[in-house]
């Protein structure tokens, strides 16, 4: 069974346009509706992640760093 995933919106008197498919024509469907917004709380839970831990890795130059561990590790 072949999967169709389509992006859209239902409009003010309840109408849900797909694209043009006809290997969809005269068939029967299931249609799974999941709101959008979910993914938006994610993208917010995300930002405050970052806000809460912006500075706490800084960017130095690790290359020396690293050349140090890895000469005395393997003298």
Same mark, same amino acid.
């Given at each position: ?7 859209? =919106? @239902?409009? !003010?008197? /309840? ?10 024509? +005269? ?13 938006? =709380? @994610?993208? !917010?839970? /995300? ?10 890795? +800084? ?17």
């Amino acid at each position: 069974m072949r999967a169709f995933k389509f992006d859209t =919106r @239902i409009s !003010k008197d /309840g109408t849900i346009q797909i694209p043009f498919t006809p290997s969809l024509f +005269n068939t029967e469907v299931e249609v799974i509706i999941v709101p959008k917004e979910e993914k938006k =709380r @994610i993208k !917010k839970a /995300g930002r405050k992640f970052v806000e809460h831990w912006a500075g706490f890795l +800084n960017s130095n130059d690790t290359d020396s760093s690293k050349f140090d561990y890895l000469s005395e590790k393997y003298k």
